[in-house]
């Protein structure tokens, strides 16, 4: 099948029009093609596929899910308009799911690294002996699609708080050695004392850093690392901490880093820290919720059209994937409204189009 769309695109709200053969957009008229999206006088829009940047195929709320489940979240971030995302940390192998056409393509950080007892049951590799940590970074980033994914803080029991896993000098030696190997590096960081290490050793993402500051905000700056702050799953601390009672000195951390998640978010984000969306789907949030977090993200500051590029746009330039451009897979999304008009317009796209075909 041969298709046309046309409409506005976004940021710049120019009207476009594409045709798409063989998968792909052509900006030349193609012979034969069938208007599937806009009338004459452009009244829709057209973005590139949106992009979760923080979204587990392979995790459920009980852990680490079966094919068949994986399939049915990426079916469902598909309906989303999810056509790219970045999986950080998959407990299975989900590398079948490459080979369907139908589903969204996804830029995986191979498995979570963290130490026993320092991150959700079931889902790391535990890498007790730090001086293994760069070899096993130097594996997950093989394993990867350009990524590879650190546990930056967890409750320490013996503690009773939250505390950084790894030596300044471990986390130098293994960013050092991801980046050999082609891979960047994020990390899951809630709290404030994992942060400098992880920045002053040359990680590129943060995911959560709910624990920034404005030193840290300054060192984020002049090393040029990026954040996902995942606000939607933020709000399931104060839940984490009820069920933590028996450590009330993490309980209370928790509790006062979502009371102060927004205000230090905000300030990054009017530093100028590049902050992309992710939903963290796969344990406590459902998968298909972009639109809430893009939502959530004019919360910090964002404008509408901000927010909706730092889950389009922007994400897809940081994530080294295509825009609307000739010859580029034909991975794009359609609104009839303007989809920074809010959630409920932006969670039900018109048309979706995955390489080259119409859901
Ligand atoms: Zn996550």
Not at 152 to 157: E, H, Q, T, V, Y
Not at 220 to 231: E, F, W
Not at 237 to 262: E, N, Q, V, W
Request: net charge negative.
């Amino acid at each position: 099948m041969v298709y046309h769309v046309r409409g506005r695109g976004l940021p710049d709200e120019e009207p476009v029009e594409y045709w798409i053969a063989d998968g792909r957009i052509s900006l030349e008229p193609v012979e034969g093609a069938e208007t599937v999206f806009g009338s004459s006088g452009f009244p829709g829009w057209i973005i590139p596929g949106l992009v979760d940047s923080h979204c587990h195929l392979g995790i459920g709320t009980g852990g680490p899910v079966g094919l068949d489940e994986a399939i049915d979240y990426a079916e469902t971030e598909r309906r989303a308009g999810v056509l790219l995302l970045r999986d950080p940390g998959v407990p299975i192998d989900t590398r079948s799911l490459d080979d369907r056409d139908d589903l969204p393509r996804v830029v995986r950080a191979g498995r979570h690294l963290a130490k026993s007892k320092r991150y959700i049951p079931g889902l790391a590799i535990d890498v007790d002996d730090e001086s293994q940590l760069p070899e096993a970074v130097a594996e997950q980033a093989r394993a990867g699609d350009g990524w590879v994914k650190l546990i930056g803080d967890w409750i320490d029991r013996s503690v009773g708080d939250l505390a950084p896993l790894w030596s300044d000098e471990a986390l130098t030696a293994a960013i050092a050695a991801a980046h050999a190997n082609g891979a960047r590096v994020t990390a899951h960081v809630f709290g404030e004392d994992a942060l400098p290490g992880l920045i002053n050793a040359g990680i590129d993402c943060i995911e959560h850093g709910t624990g920034i500051t404005d030193d840290i905000i300054t060192l984020m700056l002049a090393h040029g690392t990026a954040l996902v702050p995942t606000l939607i799953n933020i709000d399931n601390f104060p839940g984490i901490a009820d069920s933590a009672a028996k450590y009330p000195t993490y309980a209370a951390h928790m509790r006062a880093l979502h009371d102060s998640s927004r205000t230090r978010l905000s300030a990054a984000r009017e530093a100028g820290i590049p902050i992309y969306a992710g939903s963290d789907a796969g344990g406590m949030v459902a998968h298909g919720r972009i639109a809430d977090e893009v939502d959530a993200l004019t919360g910090i500051g964002l404008s509408a059209t901000e927010a909706l590029g730092s889950a389009c746009w922007d994400a897809r330039r940081w994530l080294d994937a295509p825009l609307l451009e000739h010859g580029a897979p034909a991975d794009l999304v359609c609104f009839a409204d303007d989809p920074r008009t809010g959630p409920d317009v932006l969670r039900r796209p018109d048309l979706v189009m995955l390489r080259g075909r119409v859901y």
